[in-house]
């Protein structure tokens, strides 16, 4: 599916409009339209798979990504302060939660995790506004596998003084991320599983 610029008709606007189970339902089609291949791909975590999930093509697309800010911004807890993220795959959900965060007169800043540190100025592993320490961050991420991109993002946010205890992803891939993280007592939440984005795929007929 390839998108298109042309003018919005009603029925575009979905993003902006749908209630949140019917917001989710759209964006699992999203999903599974744009995101979702079969074939043989090898994972940044080296393993082989049946299928491949380019999470990009629904983040930083414009109804995905209001329906993604929209639906993660209704499940953070009450006393989140920011939501953070490894880049580049969480660089667009972080952007997208604050602003919609904005909109909803909940503002919540975005802080982006860098891979290395900066090799200039600050040096800095955290992109972002500061914050007091002990500030409560809800780490995101697109897809998760074995959990251990996500927990980078989470050391490098509690060695700046930052309390986290949650994570959350758009697709859980269950292959351990979930397992992962409970050993290390971070709660888990994710908005589809991959039998999830399957089970759909096939229902739509590709």
Not at 69 to 96: E, H, K, M
Not at 131 to 149: F, R
Request: hydrophobic letters at 40%; glycine letters at 8%; one cysteine or more.
């Amino acid at each position: 599916m390839t998108y298109s610029t042309e003018t919005l008709t009603q029925s575009d606007i979905w993003a902006a409009t749908a209630d949140v189970t019917n917001l989710r339902q759209k964006l699992l089609d999203l999903f599974c339209q744009l995101a979702y291949q079969e074939g043989d791909f090898i994972l940044s975590s080296g393993q082989p798979s049946s299928y491949y999930i380019n999470g990009k093509q629904v983040t930083l697309h414009p109804q995905g990504a209001l329906a993604i800010g929209r639906i993660l911004l209704s499940l953070l807890p009450s006393d989140t302060q920011a939501v953070a993220g490894l880049t580049l795959g969480a660089d667009p959900i972080v952007s997208a939660v604050s602003v919609v965060s904005a909109y909803e007169n909940r503002p919540i800043p975005a802080l982006i995790i860098r891979k290395e540190a900066k090799g200039h100025g600050t040096k800095a592993y955290i992109e972002g506004p500061n914050l007091p320490e002990g500030a409560k961050v809800v780490v995101l991420e697109d897809v998760v596998t074995t959990g251990q991109s996500a927990m980078k993002a989470v050391e490098r946010l509690r060695a700046a003084g930052y309390v986290v205890d949650e994570v959350i992803s758009l697709v859980d891939r269950q292959q351990g991320g979930a397992e992962f993280y409970q050993s290390v007592g971070l709660k888990f939440e994710v908005v589809f599983t991959i039998k999830d984005l399957q089970e759909r795929y096939r229902e739509l007929g590709n």
